[in-house]
């Protein structure tokens, strides 16, 4: 079904999940006048959370929601709900996504996209099942102008022989042992990954589109604080990886291969929010990062030396806004554009960009899951 036109250009949306990130959602679809050309727009009609307070959030700020409940299944039974954003812990994440999915929702789920493989697994054989709807996972950060302006020079060619890939995602917060634990730091509700669950797909989802597919890994994991207050006086096991370092064999255009680094650390000194994505060429070089925003480096040689250049590049987002090109582009900004990039897939429309399939997901728990492998045996292991 296209949603866009049964729906009059408007997709009716159901929140299930009203922290962090299902507010970031809202205030997405809140300021949808900032596309230049909105394309199919989200209305918030269902929110599901088990803590009130979090539902109170949205009823008290969006008057189009006509439904807010505990119960997921209750938004997934309405007529008047087209599609789902899902943003629930990740042990949460297989039952609630098959139910959307079944249901015949739309549906822009979280990352790790299931707490493991099998999870995972389970999930996509349902989206097989159900071809008929559209169902993405969020990833938002290439949606920064400076690393399209780097996915343009990997799909034109402009680095040559590729010497190395690195892609990072990195925080420091964790740092502070006084921060009290929550889901993310427990394996029952974060899984066995631990870090890489956490922010793995934010590193790969561009590789992985540029068909940066990884042959092999070597896993070095570590786990560097054992415990944290539990937020009612006593401690509690803090039991997930904290930081993750990945090199992986990628097969060249050309045949050979090269190393792809990926790194997802909890524990980076002075990382605030840190996406960086580097790539390494014998003609050029280029990196983008969220630690400066508005700009794409990138390097020019005379004979055998490089310079590495910073160009401020300014406001140029895949889907144009009413901000002008020379303002700075954030966070919410790119939000707003995978929102955008979801709405004109789930629309049936080709986007230059996609957000993550679950294809690419499938491919991130083999790699996932062959890095615990390769840690606990201290092994180079094969994804075949
Ligand atoms: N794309 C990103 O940049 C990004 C950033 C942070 C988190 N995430 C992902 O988003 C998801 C949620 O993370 P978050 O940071 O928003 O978490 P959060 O803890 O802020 O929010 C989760 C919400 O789910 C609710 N909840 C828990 N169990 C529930 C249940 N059974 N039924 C209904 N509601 C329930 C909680 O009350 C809470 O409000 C995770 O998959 C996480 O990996 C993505």
């Known amino acids: 079904m296209n949603v866009a036109s049964a729906a009059g250009r408007t997709v009716r949306f159901g929140v299930i999940g009203c922290g962090l990130m299902g507010r970031e959602f809202a205030s997405a679809a809140a300021r949808w006048c900032h596309l230049a050309e909105p394309g199919p727009r989200p209305e918030i009609v269902g929110v599901c959370d088990l803590n009130e307070e979090a539902r109170a959030w949205f009823t008290r700020r969006f008057p189009t929601v006509q439904a807010a409940t505990a119960d997921y299944r209750e938004l997934l039974a309405r007529s008047d709900i087209d599609a789902i954003y899902c943003a629930l812990p990740h042990s949460l994440h297989r039952q609630t996504y098959i139910d959307v999915v079944r249901a015949g929702k739309h549906l822009l789920g979280e990352k790790p996209f299931g707490i493991d493989q099998a999870a995972n697994a389970a999930i996509l054989q349902a989206v097989r099942e159900h071809p008929e709807v559209v169902v993405r996972c969020s990833s938002e950060f290439p949606y920064f102008p400076g690393c399209q302006q780097l996915i343009r020079w990997i799909e034109e060619g402009r680095f040559g022989k590729i010497i190395e890939v690195r892609s990072a995602f990195r925080h420091s917060s964790d740092m502070d042992p006084n921060k009290p634990v929550n889901w993310k730091r427990r394996v029952e509700t974060n899984g066995e990954y631990g870090c890489m669950g956490d922010l793995g797909l934010h590193t790969q989802h561009v590789p992985f589109r540029v068909g940066w597919k990884p042959v092999n890994v070597f896993a070095k994991l570590s786990k560097l604080v054992d415990t944290r207050p539990d937020g009612r006086g006593g401690t509690a096991p803090c039991e997930t990886w904290d930081n993750a370092v990945l090199v992986c064999d990628v097969e060249d255009k050309d045949g050979g291969l090269f190393p792809l680094i990926l790194e997802t650390k ?67 900004d790119a939000i707003l554009q995978m929102w955008a990039a979801f709405l004109r897939e789930a629309a049936g429309e080709t986007v230059p960009f996609g957000c993550v399939t679950p294809e690419e997901t499938a491919l991130s728990h083999r790699l996932l899951t062959a890095a615990l492998l390769s840690h606990r045996e201290k092994r180079v292991v094969e994804l075949g």
Not at 291 to 310: I, V
């Open 266 to 332: 909890r524990m980076s000194p002075g990382s605030t929010n840190e996406w960086l994505l580097e790539v390494q060429g014998l003609r050029a070089s280029a990196r983008f990062t969220t630690n400066d925003p508005n700009a794409f480096y990138y390097t020019q040689s005379w004979d055998k030396e490089q310079a590495w250049c910073r160009l401020g590049l300014g406001n140029k987002p895949l889907f144009p806004t009413i901000t002008g090109s020379i303002f700075e582009f954030g966070f919410s």
